[in-house]
């Protein structure tokens, strides 16, 4: 391959310079710096994943571009790379350094990223010597380019998610099961600061106008009373990131009632509602977690709308229906029994529809459901007697009172979605 002739020091100055005033993105920035220097260039963090390169298509190292496709590096790699005498003398100095690994015959400059004033680096660039050779004059440069995007990277503003950029970027791929193995998870846990222990909650608070009118521009509000002071104010210790259309919160077992009574006092201040896992035993099953989320805030929506906080524990029965035409599930699933009384309501201008369902979902306490409808407790007694006696049922019998409730949750659940679906 051609020697790669390192720029003069004016035609080096000028480009930095223009680089650290430039309105261009992070990216772009890294493909200027690859053409420039005539090599790919991969961004990495702390835990080996990969942040962001110059075109894929330049990088025809075979182990690279292989950890590219995937967004992290293998754990042989990560392995090899600390074993490195120059990788362990680099990450305690400023300066940058050769490394060559066993996998792959092409040299690699690599050189720390830094936060603030820290000595301590978040992360390293790696110029993949695949294009053209280098020699020991090109680090002087690779120093002034770490010092450079240094600087652009800690004049990002991150302060929408908690914990540093590997802890969310960890929690992102677990969300999503983009990881190989458990060894291989355990192994970026280490390098990180990230602590996910087992049995905790996934929580999924919704950030765009699918659930409400709100939207999650409110967190850009200087207002001290937004919902992104809340998170800081209350979960500040949690781990949580935004991820898609969700703000996905990790609740600790420990803390789970205290959390969750958090969410239901205040989301509906923000216009937002949270759907929540069961609970997950092993961090290995954290995206089905995160799926189970997802389902209990979208079915719960639709069959308890007056609710903020929906647990998956209760509202999984729906997921059954979920996939079915409403208008199917109302012709076969409502009980003739409620049928005949949605018409009896219609014509008689009363209310024995509403008052059965809270009796029965109250498991037949008079006190509880008279309650919820405002209603004497005889008044009550008085209603339900007059059912059982219109359509000559039992409500002592309880498989029919299983059936009926059923049929309840059924038909509310079709109808509300028939709604929602006619609302957009």
């Not at 660039?125 to 652009?152: G, P, R, T």
């Not at 005949?340 to 024995?352: A, F, P, R, V």
Request: glycine share 2%; hydrophobic share 40%.
């Amino acid at each position: 391959m051609e020697l790669f002739k390192t720029p003069g020091s004016e035609e080096i100055n000028a480009m930095l310079l223009e680089i650290l005033f430039c309105k261009r993105n992070f990216e772009e920035i890294i493909q200027e710096i690859s053409d420039f220097l005539k090599n790919p260039i991969v961004v990495i963090d702390n835990a080996y994943y990969i942040v962001c390169s110059s075109r894929v298509e330049d990088i025809v190292d075979p182990v690279w571009s292989k950890n590219i496709e995937r967004s992290y590096c293998d754990l042989d790699f990560i392995i090899g790379f600390n074993s490195q005498p120059s990788v362990v003398i680099g990450k305690k100095s400023a300066g940058s350094f050769f490394v060559l690994c066993t996998k792959t015959p092409y040299r690699k400059i690599v050189c720390p990223l830094y936060n603030d004033n820290s000595t301590e680096s978040i992360g390293f660039i790696v110029l993949i010597a695949c294009q053209h050779e280098v020699d020991e004059k090109i680090l002087q440069f690779m120093d002034k380019i770490s010092f450079i995007l240094s600087l652009k990277l800690n004049s990002v503003d991150t302060s929408q998610d908690s914990s540093n950029y590997t802890d969310k970027k960890i929690l992102s791929n677990i969300l999503s099961g983009s990881f190989i193995n458990r060894e291989n998870l355990d192994e970026r846990f280490k390098i990180a600061s990230t602590v996910l222990s087992n049995n905790f909650y996934i929580a999924c608070i919704n950030l765009n106008k699918k659930f409400s009118k709100f939207n999650y521009a409110i967190a850009e509000s200087e207002n001290k009373n937004t919902f992104q002071f809340f998170m800081q104010e209350n979960f500040n210790n949690h781990l949580y990131i935004q991820k898609d259309d969700y703000l996905v919160l990790i609740l600790p077992q420990e803390n789970f009632k205290k959390d969750i009574d958090l969410l239901n006092y205040y989301l509906p201040s923000y216009g937002k509602k949270a759907g929540i896992s069961l609970v997950v035993e092993n961090y290995n099953d954290t995206s089905i977690g995160f799926k189970q989320a997802q389902k209990a805030l979208c079915i719960g929506h639709v069959a308890s709308p007056e609710l903020n906080v929906y647990l998956y524990q209760n509202f999984s029965f729906f997921e059954l229906l979920d996939d079915l035409d409403p208008n199917f599930v109302l012709k076969n699933y409502q009980h003739s029994i409620l049928m005949k009384l949605q018409k009896y309501d219609e014509e008689n201008d009363s209310e024995l529809y509403d008052t059965l369902f809270y009796y029965l979902f109250y498991h037949k306490s008079l006190k509880r459901a008279a309650d919820k409808i405002f209603l004497h407790r005889n008044t009550i007694h008085s209603r339900i007697n007059k059912i059982e006696e219109l359509f000559e049922i039992d409500l002592n019998d309880i498989y029919l009172c299983h059936a009926l409730l059923g049929s309840f949750f059924t038909t509310t659940f079709a109808r509300n979605k028939l709604s929602n679906l006619s609302d957009d």
